[in-house]
């Protein structure tokens, strides 16, 4: 193709050809350099999405109530605080029509304990260390928190560079808009898919790149703010955002009736349902409760009422009184990870997760294939993508596996962890094999380790309804991996 | 209420998508028309499920549900071939690979890319922050959406730019320049 068939082809596209070639240069550097990570995090953020429904497939005998009453709560609170130190913070979230089940949480400097609430008030302790890991795990990788976090935001920045680099880089955009050409060269298909995943779905890709940046980046965004404005007092940011703490004031005092206090919010916003209940300090004087309640218009809780241990309001807060920027912030979370509409928005977040991990995927491919196409190929760089890209969702699997089979050994994270390094090694080691083989063993292998799963679940955990479903998809999806793949007539 | 929005959402993306589909691939010139009305439906869509769900919760499941709409009408368009080695071409450009210019270029780019871009992001945002009317914690959100943002933008193009001395003068300027200004200014 000359050089002047290309401008001809590109007319109308802002940049040169020259600068598009050297956009896609920078795309592709930038897609390998972070391609695992960012696919890792895809694939832990898609599943994430359900974490509700996983923990209910974990659990499924833990109580599930579509209302409880505030003597119920009052119950449950009073079991909390027999069970932890004093001081500890204890968060209630109440049941809704979109997310039905009451969870109490228990927060304090060296504690984090969760429980569901029962119809009668009593605690059932949670234990979902599938659900716990992938949360771990997509938000910080497992690392610590703060490294972790930064690590995360840093791959979210790639991928939303990668995602405007992608859109400069590609003059044809509309002509091949809905161009999806399967089964010829292997490069033109994935291309093909890559193009056609990111250009469509590229709004939706660029919120959740863009609030999971900001998510991980913000600890790093506080620290360096308040060095440049408060001689590195962070306390000073957050104040702007955060209710102050009462004045310290130990004295023993009983926590108010529950039922005052909501009655009391629903009266100051009759159209708001309540939502969440914060419990600080409980039993002394300096004691605060903080109710949230939702509206369903609304993506987070807007109405807020903070009432003192003698049940007075401190403070009270409706939508109209806030700034933009805090309706910002409450919303940023939910709408990166799609708790906010119940099922219909998870699965409608799990598609274009899945979306995603298949654009990071085809990007790889894209090279490896080109490289190949051109004579230079990289065996290595084929096994070992085939060895993330299926290994992954099977080391997830295994991981889930182990969850299922022993949820109090707390093994999940170890059995992941040691099943990618075996499988990357492995796929670095085995030479002799072609990465295409390695891609189809692991699929293979994430078809039988799903039926496993599946199976597995069923026969120890129980044969609840909804958490029936997940098994349902796991068997059906082990089936559709199983089904031999169409052959390429070339590569 | 939710499960409707996404039906409509859903079913926009399908019409739209469809409409815009018929005009860029069987390129028939009689039916350009299609074109604004394909996009209208589309942003009708997400504008019905905006008004319907509520404007933020509506806007998200409205972009996502007219992007699966979208990508069921492209995958309902594909077409299967059979290879032939050696004929096929792409007339999607491909990228610079120009001959390897040292190592240290690679790890000078990937140091624009990264600290210093992030740096040049940062001063930018607080500038905004601290310059910007309006309430203060407004300004402080803006400006942490702007960081990723920013950063992303520096990312493209420093590792698309070959002239390394402009890069590295662009984002130390910004960055110098947009702390002091942040500094000078206060978030008030």
């Not at chain 1, 228990?106 to 609430?117: M, N, Q, S, V």
């Not at chain 1, 234990?127 to 703060?146: K, S, V």
């Not at chain 1, 080391?395 to 075996?422: D, E, I, K, M, R």
């Not at chain 1, 044969?463 to 590569?491: N, S």
Request: hydrophobic fraction near 50%.
């Amino acid at each position: 193709m000359t050089i002047s068939t290309s401008i001809a082809r590109w007319r109308g596209w802002p940049l040169s050809p020259a600068t598009v070639r050297a956009v896609l240069g920078g795309h592709g550097i930038l897609g390998l350099a972070f391609a695992a990570v960012i696919y890792l995090i895809c694939l832990s953020g898609t599943l994430a999405v359900f974490a509700p429904d996983l923990e209910h497939w974990e659990q499924p005998r833990a109580p599930s109530v579509a209302a409880i009453g505030a003597e119920q709560l009052d119950r449950a609170i009073a079991a909390a605080r027999r069970t932890t130190p004093s001081g500890t913070t204890l968060y209630v979230t109440l049941p809704t029509v979109a997310e039905p089940g009451a969870a109490l949480v228990a927060y304090g400097p060296k504690l984090e304990r969760e429980w569901t609430i029962d119809a009668s008030g009593a605690l059932v302790r949670k234990a979902t260390p599938f659900t716990d890991f992938l949360l771990a795990l997509h938000i910080a990788l497992h690392l610590p928190r703060t490294w972790g976090e930064f690590l995360v935001g840093l791959a979210g920045v790639a991928l939303l560079s990668s995602l405007v680099s992608g859109i400069l880089a590609h003059p044809r955009i509309f002509k091949d808009a809905f161009h999806l050409r399967l089964g010829g060269s292997r490069r033109l298909q994935e291309a093909d898919l890559h193009n056609r995943l990111g250009i469509w779905a590229l709004p939706f890709h660029v919120v959740i790149a863009l609030t999971g940046a900001l998510l991980g980046l913000s600890t790093l965004i506080v620290g360096v703010l308040a060095m440049l404005l408060y001689r590195g007092d962070t306390a000073k940011v957050y104040a702007m955002f955060v209710e102050p703490p009462p004045p310290l004031n130990a004295a023993a005092s009983p926590l108010p009736s529950l039922a005052r206090l909501l009655a009391e919010t629903q009266r100051r916003a009759p159209s708001a349902e309540p939502h969440q209940l914060t419990i600080e300090r409980a039993g002394r004087t300096d004691a605060r409760v903080t109710i949230t309640s939702t509206r369903p218009r609304l993506l987070v809780p807007q109405d807020t009422t903070i009432f003192d241990a003698g049940g007075r309001v401190v403070k009270d807060q409706h939508p109209r009184d806030l700034v933009a920027g805090t309706k910002i912030l409450g919303g940023i979370g939910q709408l990166h990870f799609g708790w906010y509409g119940g099922l219909p928005v998870r699965l409608a977040y799990g598609m274009l997760g899945v979306a995603l991990c298949v654009l990071t995927s085809s990007g790889v491919t894209i090279w490896l294939a080109r490289r190949r196409d051109k004579g230079r190929a990289v065996p290595l760089w084929e096994r070992l993508w085939a060895s993330v890209a299926w290994g992954q969702p099977l080391a997830l699997v295994l991981a889930a596996v182990t969850g299922v089979a022993s949820p109090g050994a707390g093994t999940v994270l170890l059995v992941w962890l040691v099943a990618s390094l075996l499988l990357v090694a492995g796929a670095a080691a085995l030479h002799w094999v072609a990465g295409s083989t390695i891609g189809h063993r692991l699929r293979i292998a994430l078809a039988v380790g799903a039926v496993l799963l599946a199976t597995l679940h069923v026969a120890t955990v129980s044969l609840d309804p909804a958490a029936g479903l997940i098994d349902v998809i796991l068997l059906a999806g082990g089936a559709w991996l199983a089904l031999p793949r169409r052959q390429r007539a070339a590569t | 209420m939710i499960a409707g929005a996404a039906g409509l959402g859903l079913v926009g993306g399908l019409g739209g998508a469809t409409l815009l589909r018929t005009v860029w691939t069987e390129r028939a010139r009689s039916s350009r028309w299609r074109v604004p009305v394909g996009w209208l439906v589309l942003t009708a869509a997400i504008v019905s499920d905006a008004v319907w769900v509520g404007p933020i919760k509506g806007l998200a499941l409205g972009v996502a549900m007219v992007a699966i709409g979208a990508l069921l009408v492209v995958a309902r368009g594909r077409v299967r071939r059979v290879a032939r080695p050696g004929r096929e071409t792409s007339l999607a450009p491909e990228p610079f690979e120009g001959p390897s210019r040292g190592a240290w270029r690679g790890w000078v780019k990937a140091l624009l890319a990264g600290p210093l871009g992030m740096t040049a992001a940062m001063a930018l945002a607080f500038c905004y922050a601290t310059w910007a009317p309006g309430d203060p914690r407004t300004r402080l959100i803006v400006a942490g959406l702007l960081v990723p943002f920013f950063w992303a933008v520096a990312m493209t193009w420093t590792l698309a730019d070959h002239r390394l001395l402009r890069s590295v003068g662009m984002l130390v300027g910004t960055t110098v320049a947009g702390f002091a200004l942040a500094a000078v200014k206060g978030l008030g």
